[in-house]
């Protein structure tokens, strides 16, 4: 999936739907770190945290 095609699913999406996206972009945008020096662990676990957080949303973007 490219980014054109994600930007067009959350075009598609409900305002309440586009407003979590926004958010988890601003939060992911706010906590940036060089995952490349991150520890696997935390890498992991952050990556846990988001699917858990988010898991409608990607489900609707996975159809």
Known sequence: MSARD???????????ER?????????AED???????????KAEAIAERVFADHAELFKKLAQ
């Open 6 to 16: 994600i930007i067009r699913e959350i075009e598609a999406l409900p305002p309440e």
């Open 19 to 27: 407003r979590i996206v926004r958010d988890y972009l601003l939060q």
């Open 31 to 41: 906590n940036q770190e060089d995952v490349r020096r991150m520890e696997r662990s």
